[in-house]
Structure formats: structure tokens, C-alpha cells
Nanobody, 124 residues
Framework: QVDLVEAGGGSVQVGGSLRLSCAVS?????????RAWFRQGSGKEREIVAT???????RYADSVKGRFTISQASTSLTLYLQMTNLTLEDTAMYYC?????????????????WGQGTQVTVSA
């Protein structure tokens, strides 16, 4: 059993910053190649925001490039998402996810483990 717990969401004004974290309990598969942050705005589909693979390669949605940074702690499995220069369009529920084994990190179907989400609200 693997549980993911997000934290760090909240309300912030346009241009502000937040840092999300995703703690892991249990033991993911030895080769959980993909780690990611997704988000889902009201009335929208869940979308990939950022991914991190075992080689520590990162990929970002065009809408967040240059503003968001995904990383993992070197001494634990905690995943982070540093968000800067937030805009109204960043308002959403943010979810962390991990794969079970290998897969295409850009595909939602790759991810087997999901957190419950943390809300980020950006206001003018």
C-alpha cells in the first residue's frame, strides 16, 4: 500500500508563490520511474503540470514553463512543486502521482498512485 499526501496549497495573490509537497508512506515499486504533478481546475479535465523521471529529467506544461519547478528531496521520496509568478489560471486542485514501474511519464494512465489533492487559489 502506497499513500501520497499533498500539502502546501492555499490562497495567494497574482504574482505570488507557493511550494507544494507530496509525502509518501509505504514503499513504491523499486522502479517507479515517473513522478508528476497534475492539476484540475473547476469544470476542466485533469492535466499534467510537471513530470520527473528516474534520470531526473523534468518536463513541464507550456503554461507553467519558467514558473514552476518539480523536484524530489535527495534523502526522501518527498516530491515538491515550487510555483512562482502565479496567475489566475493556476487556480486548481493539485495532485501528485507516482507510477508503478516504468511507463510513459507524459501519459496519465502511467500513474498508479495518487494523492487526495491540495487546493491552490490565486486571486487578483
Amino acid at each position: 500500500q502506497v499513500d501520497l499526501v499533498e500539502a502546501g496549497g492555499g490562497s495567494v495573490q497574482v504574482g505570488g508563490s507557493l511550494r507544494l509537497s507530496c509525502a509518501v508512506s509505504g514503499k513504491p515499486e523499486s522502479f517507479d520511474v515517473c513522478r508528476a504533478w497534475f492539476r484540475q481546475g473547476s469544470g476542466k479535465e485533469r492535466e499534467i503540470v510537471a513530470t520527473l523521471d528516474m534520470a531526473r529529467r523534468t518536463r513541464y506544461a507550456d503554461s507553467v514553463k519558467g514558473r514552476f519547478t518539480i523536484s524530489q528531496a535527495s534523502t526522501s521520496l518527498t516530491l515538491y512543486l515550487q510555483m512562482t509568478n502565479l496567475t489566475l489560471e493556476d487556480t486548481a486542485m493539485y495532485y501528485c502521482a507516482r507510477s508503478r514501474g516504468a511507463g510513459d511519464c507524459s501519459s496519465r494512465s502511467t500513474y498508479a498512485y495518487w494523492g487526495q489533492g491540495t487546493q491552490v487559489t490565486v486571486s487578483a
